[in-house]
């Protein structure tokens, strides 16, 4: 799979020298490296997945197998039921224990935990974060168009915070990244997989005004109709009570999460995370979120427009679907690396950017360090990220000599 590139628009720049690509893949190689060894380390010590009596630690993925196995016993409405679905949550890690991690996405997805339920609890863990991990690094080389792209998608952060949780990123990477890539060339398979996107619908709302406005109605046209398959057979599949359950305890999910800050506001990576996080009020938080949902739209839609590659404009949507969304955590940030890759393709292509390494480097450091710090860095990588693709845009437009980094 690969996608069109228009070389003619890219800025001229110097190659990147081969010795700056020969000491990434060093880096990344470390990473991924220190990162096995730390996952390894935590299970051996008995503080991660499994504690030291053999009873096992809850992680996020414990909300998807208890909905999963509630699908199995027939009773799929109550992977909503708050009550029920933690208890069945402590019956998978045989242990009861206070947090409680909850199911907050649409019925098609209970398809996926019902399949993961199937098998034992611990070896659906890993059964899934191994899945979705070399999906995500798949599509990450493809994007790259070279097999170090698989290189940097296992050595970027966020892939060991997702990957230490169970969590849902990398499905949320892959999905989003297949989506921009095959866009040029294959926009009904494009379509497909913006469709399944919508089992995370917050991160689609830019995405109909993009499509629309730009004539990608094909695309546009294979999403709502995936979208609407997927709600036609979970319907059929589950009943309307299960429809009506996720649609009860949604004002239940805003009052717990983004009204009273359930999860903590520090751990949402978003402008609405931020300003509660720092006291100011909900009314704030919204007009704050709104406006740079506003502001981020106007300028993807000010690319899409210019006379720039396709990376830089893939690049440019993925950075403003996740600032659009209110809702963000940790390991959402593993869809950070879609416009990073479409940045670092463009630079291993045409060479970067002054102080562009520099900057991909340091938006990784701060996601890095999310899980350390009680402030949203990972919010703080985002914006960088789309700086550095404004940037971009900009030097493409303007085709002035650059330097690389």
């Not at 469709?195 to 046209?221: C, D, E, H, I, M």
């Not at 036609?232 to 009943?239: C, H, P, Q, T």
């Not at 800050?261 to 009314?283: C, H, N, P, S, Y």
């Not at 839609?301 to 993925?318: D, F, G, P, S, T």
């Amino acid at each position: 799979m690969s996608f069109a590139t228009d070389r003619s628009l890219s800025p001229p720049v110097l190659a990147a020298p081969d010795r700056h690509r020969e000491l990434a893949k060093r880096i990344a190689f470390a990473l991924v490296v220190t990162y096995v060894a730390f996952l390894a380390a935590s299970l051996i010590n008995g503080v991660w997945l499994v504690d030291s009596d053999g009873k096992g630690i809850p992680a996020d993925f414990v909300n998807v197998w208890a909905a999963g196995r509630l699908v199995l016993d027939g009773q799929p409405a109550d992977a909503f039921d708050w009550v029920v679905h933690k208890t069945m949550e402590e019956a998978a890690l045989g242990r009861p224990f206070e947090k409680y991690f909850g199911w907050h996405y649409p019925p098609g997805f209970l398809f996926v935990a019902a399949a993961l339920a199937l098998l034992p609890y611990f070896a659906a863990f890993f059964v899934w974060t191994t899945v979705t991990l070399a999906a995500y690094a798949a599509v990450i080389r493809m994007i790259f168009a070279d097999r170090v792209g698989i290189l940097f998608a296992c050595a970027f952060p966020a892939v060991l915070w997702n990957f230490s949780a169970g969590q849902n990123g990398f499905l949320t990477a892959a999905l989003l990244g297949a989506a921009l890539g095959l866009l040029p060339k294959r926009p009904l398979l494009a379509g497909i997989f913006l469709g399944l996107l919508s089992y995370k619908p917050q991160f689609g709302l830019l995405f109909p005004l993009v499509l629309a406005l730009n004539g990608y109605w094909r695309t546009f046209s294979a999403a709502a109709i995936t979208t609407t398959a997927i709600v036609a057979v979970s319907f059929l599949a589950f009943g309307r009570e299960t429809w009506q359950a996720f649609f009860d305890y949604l004002p239940l999910t805003n009052e717990m999460v983004l009204v009273g800050g359930l999860a903590g506001f520090q751990k949402l990576q978003t402008i609405f995370g931020m300003v509660r996080w720092f006291d100011g009020d909900e009314w704030l938080a919204w007009t704050l979120q709104i406006s740079g949902t506003v502001a981020g739209t106007i300028i993807v839609l000010l690319i899409w427009r210019a006379r720039v590659a396709h990376e830089i404009k893939a690049a440019a949507l993925a950075c403003a679907a996740l600032i659009a969304t209110p809702y963000l955590y940790l390991y959402d940030l593993v869809a950070l690396a879609v416009p990073m890759a479409f940045l670092i393709r463009i630079g291993l292509r045409d060479g970067f950017l002054r102080y562009e390494v520099g900057g991909l480097a340091l938006a990784s450091a701060l996601v890095l360090v999310v899980p350390f710090v009680n402030v949203q860095t990972g919010l703080v990588a985002i914006l960088l990220v789309g700086a550095l693709v404004c940037r971009r845009a900009l030097a493409s437009i303007r085709t002035p000599a650059a330097v690389t980094a």
